[in-house]
């Protein structure tokens, strides 16, 4: 191919200056947080320029003053900081596009000030709101010349010496007719205010300072007390209740990132698809919205990330989602995991008090990310009824001891023996323990319960033959069970009252024989009263003499579905987007070894005796077998108004019975 010509492409600034004025920024108010900027920056070179020995002169107390001055319809901005010779003013202002900043830095090693601006772009968005920029500067350097350079919107400027005696720069605006809200000083506070609030120099106007400008993030987590964090919390937060837990993230490498993370309390009102983080790229406020730059089960948390790696566009007012932000968001999931784990060990009893809002974040995210899954396996608890051994039930009298933990926190406390229990006494435990621990009665098999109140018979009757019982009733929980026998293939998860193990049967007490007559069982003879009774096909009676060294204190009867049948049910209403009904067809276990149910035998026995029809204690014997299955149906379910009304009305008719001797 015969080249025909090489060159370099042209731009016509006529045709280009109007889409950077109007076109690159979202939202017209941003030139002040990019002017704001510049002064910062200009303030911060000043110090770097000092310190590299090449300013004599003396650094004055840095600070910004913000003018407004409404009969001449101007805003300016004024710093002490570097200014510019007119050499410079001709370089950085006069070429769009080019900053200061790459030669800056190259030239002068940075000490923890970060220059923000980076495009060349950020001066020009004041012609969003201006119809006339000027320009007053001092440089710092030595009989510099001040210049006074104007511009009033068209590609075509002014340069001319200015009799400026103050080493700086000042940027007067003259507003555009449709932009004079930016004459108001409370629109003004509002927007230092949320760009410019933790930028590390004061920011006046009429002599008042607006900023904050202590960013704690950039500290060392060393310098930080507890108050520290909860002080920054409520000032970010307000009114709101205190964080569980934080992470500060302070790093260099791979990439530099400063922030601190709060786990809030969750709340049924959190919206746990929305970001929560505030990101800032040196100091300047970004967005709210940075849902990219978190992991997705940890979008909840709160507080903020800086970090000048994070690839924004030139409008610094959105990301750029690419491999980085990728990066930063696993950095931060791991930073979450190591700091768990911290807390884990180091503060037991903390870790717990908070685990009941953090075990779903942490849940979560073990199903959702295989590297945090790996970081926090092993410290996924679960309560128990597992009472502890002797030192796990040690509590306030376990003598603490401070410690300086590695990320500098000296606040936290480390119990040299590790606490199991929460304030109410409720023990913990991990799933790993759980199996060790109950090997040898069934190995691989977790019983859980999943709603204390209703299945407390089921619970208790498995603690009364002690056999371990996790509660998993967080709503996450059904997922994380299937989740856990996919990770764990041999381990089993079965509900308290899907199944009844071997070990909760008295086996011998099934054979002895009662009717000597038809030689049945007492076995045989309650399935038969039951299942005439009910009349129910649906319904598998199966009878059982259930282990207790009391029988009055064990369930006369419970409902069972097994646990493959129960978990079909919660899918299908699931993908139908119903609420769970509980299936027809089930299993009611009748426990032979409870005084009512042997007296049940007595009962329809004694009927038999007296003839045929419906003796009165066959009836009553009839309405005693509903009222047993009620009773252990109820746990399982809740009663719509006919089975409430039919339950009521039988508890009566039972009782007058009862009573009419
Ligand atoms: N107040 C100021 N004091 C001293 N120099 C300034 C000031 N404002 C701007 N400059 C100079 O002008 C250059 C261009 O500024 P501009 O705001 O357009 O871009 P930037 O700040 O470098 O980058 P960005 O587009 O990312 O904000 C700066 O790099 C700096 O050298």
Redesign the pocket.
């Known amino acids: 191919m015969t080249m025909l010509e090489q060159g370099t492409i042209t731009i016509h600034s006529e045709n280009i200056f109007p889409i950077i004025k109007k076109s690159l920024y979202s939202g017209h108010e941003v030139f002040l947080r990019?002017?704001i900027?510049?002064?910062v920056?200009?303030i911060q070179?000043l110090k770097m320029v000092s310190r590299a020995g090449e300013f004599s002169g003396e650094v004055a107390e840095p600070e910004i003053q913000i003018a407004i001055d409404k009969d001449n319809k101007t805003l300016s901005i004024t710093?002490n900081?570097?200014?510019?010779t007119p050499d410079?003013v001709k370089k950085?202002?006069n070429q769009?596009a080019?900053?200061?900043?790459e030669e800056?830095i190259q030239k002068y090693q940075s000490n923890g000030e970060a220059i923000?601006?980076?495009?060349?772009?950020?001066?020009?968005s004041s012609f969003m709101v201006a119809q006339k920029v000027e320009?007053d500067?001092l440089s710092y350097q030595k009989d510099a010349q001040a210049v006074h350079w104007t511009c009033d919107g068209s590609p075509n400027f002014t340069l001319e010496d200015s009799s400026r005696t103050q080493q700086?720069?000042t940027?007067t605006l003259t507003l555009q007719e449709e932009e004079l809200e930016y004459l108001e000083p409370a629109r003004i506070r509002q927007l230092v205010k949320t760009y410019c609030d933790f930028m590390p120099v004061p920011i006046k106007l009429d002599g008042e300072v607006l900023n904050k400008q202590k960013a704690i993030w950039r500290q060392s987590p060393r310098e930080l007390k507890q108050e520290d964090y909860l002080e920054f919390y409520r000032y970010l937060y307000p009114f709101q209740e205190d964080p569980l837990l934080w992470v500060h993230l302070n790093t260099d490498y791979p990439f530099q990132i400063n922030g601190i993370l709060f786990f809030p309390k969750m709340r049924p009102d959190v919206d746990v698809t929305k970001g929560q983080i505030k990101l800032f790229c040196s100091q300047v406020f970004v967005s709210d919205h940075c849902e990219e730059i978190m992991p997705r089960f940890l979008l909840p948390m709160r507080g903020v990330i800086d970090s000048p790696d994070i690839p924004l566009n030139?409008s610094?007012s959105a990301l750029q989602v690419d491999r980085t932000v990728r990066k930063i968001a696993d950095f931060v999931a791991k930073k979450v995991g190591d700091r768990l784990n911290e807390l884990y060990k180091e503060n037991r009893s903390e870790y717990i008090t908070c685990w009941q809002d953090i075990g779903t974040f942490v849940k979560f995210g073990a199903m959702n990310d295989e590297k945090f899954k790996k970081q926090v396996e092993d410290i996924i608890i679960y309560r128990t009824t597992y009472q502890g051994e002797e030192t796990a039930t040690k509590s306030a009298d376990t003598p603490t001891v401070e410690v300086q933990g590695q990320e500098g926190d000296p606040w936290q406390e480390v119990n040299t023996t590790p606490n199991q229990k929460d304030q109410q006494g409720r023990t913990y435990t991990t799933l790993k323990e759980y199996l060790e621990r109950n090997k040898e009665r069934h190995e691989n098999r977790v019983f859980y319960c999943s709603d204390e109140a209703s299945q407390a018979t089921y619970v208790e009757l498995h603690k009364k033959q002690g056999l371990e019982v996790l509660f998993m009733d967080s709503f996450i929980d059904s997922h994380f069970i299937s989740f856990l026998e996919r990770e764990y293939k041999d381990v089993k998860f079965s509900r308290v009252d899907s199944e009844i193990d071997k070990t909760l049967i008295d086996e011998n007490k099934a054979a002895e024989i009662v009717d000597s007559t038809t030689n049945k069982t007492r076995s045989e003879l309650i399935k038969e009263i039951f299942e005439k009774a009910l009349n129910k096909p649906n319904v598998t009676i199966r009878t059982e003499a259930l282990k207790s060294d009391n029988p009055q204190g064990t369930p006369p009867a419970i409902v069972l579905l097994p646990e493959f049948m129960r978990r079909l049910q919660e899918i299908t209403a699931l993908m139908e987007q119903k609420a769970v009904q509980f299936p027809e067809t089930h299993t009611l276990l009748v426990n032979t070894s409870h005084p009512l149910i042997q007296n049940l035998v007595s009962l329809s026995q004694s009927s038999i005796i007296q003839g045929e029809g419906q003796s009165p204690s066959a009836e009553l014997a009839n309405m005693i077998c509903h009222h047993v299955y009620d009773l252990a149906l109820m746990s399982q379910k809740a009663f719509d108004a006919e089975a409430m009304k039919a339950f009521v009305e039988r508890s009566n008719q039972v009782l007058t019975r009862l009573t009419s001797k």
């Open positions: 990019e002017l900027s510049n002064a920056d200009a070179k710093d900081g570097i200014g510019m410079e950085y202002i769009v080019f900053s200061s900043a800056f923000i601006g980076h495009f060349g772009l950020g001066f020009y320009i500067t700086g720069t940027v030139v610094r």
